[in-house]
């Protein structure tokens, strides 16, 4: 079965700090790995896509990484901000179909 | 631009009501998907389509039926509402198989409510 994995589940750190967000998937057949931003109440907005052939992809202070042979990516986010605090998905494409993790809840304290 | 809309935002529904949720977009996409998403569990694929007159399921499709009669629209039925069906409903859409356009773009949600 297909699973993407986050890890960890909820984060809380200060204002300023660097910080990375964890993704893990059970099959490396993908086609591309997305990383969203999820506020409350709304929905969700993609942040980054890698192709299955890239190795990673940069926005701003936000940098994603894949690594299909171990079957991780991670997102960076630098220098991080009250304004980052949201819930931030992992969501892994094969064929049609994209499964998504459960999301790493990220508290940025100012 | 408008993107993806979905109407309602919310909805309160009796078991065995039946009922449709809206989805339209304004960007020519050729894939379109409805999710649930449910605390914890992340977002559950329920039907796709890959364009107009082609639909198939996802993870989870079992209560729920889709059409795709134009590129814009892709309504989710529910034929006859269970409580296990109380959720937040997402649509998406994508120009599919175009590189970095193949992005998700997500509307704002419907959270049902089945009682």
């Known amino acids: 079965k297909q699973e993407v994995t986050q890890i960890p589940a909820a984060l809380s750190v200060p204002e300023g700090e660097n910080l990375v967000l964890n993704c893990s998937f059970t099959d490396s057949a993908i086609y591309n790995l997305q990383w969203f931003r999820q506020d409350p109440g709304k929905g969700l907005t993609s942040l980054l896509l890698i192709q299955s052939s890239q190795r990673e992809q940069t926005s701003g202070r936000l940098n994603a990484s894949l690594d299909k042979s171990s079957g991780r990516s991670t997102l960076y986010i630098a220098a991080s901000q009250p304004g980052d605090s949201a819930t931030y998905l992992c969501a892994v494409e094969y064929g049609n179909k994209l499964v998504f993790g459960a999301g790493t809840i990220l508290r940025v304290k100012s | ?115």
């Open chain 2, 1 to 115: 631009n408008a993107g993806v809309t979905q109407t309602p935002k919310f909805q309160v529904l009796k078991t065995g009501q039946s009922m449709t949720l809206q989805c339209a977009q304004d960007m020519n996409h050729e894939y379109m998907s409805w999710y649930r998403q449910d605390p914890g569990m992340g977002l559950r694929l329920i039907h796709y389509s890959v364009g107009a007159g082609i639909t198939d399921q996802g993870e989870v499709p079992n209560g729920y039926n889709v059409s795709r009669s134009t590129t814009e629209d892709f309504p989710l039925r529910l034929l006859s509402a269970a409580p296990s069906q109380t959720s937040v409903y997402f649509c998406a859409s994508s120009q599919y198989g175009q590189g970095d356009n193949e992005k998700l773009f997500f509307g704002s949600g419907t959270q049902l409510s089945v009682l």
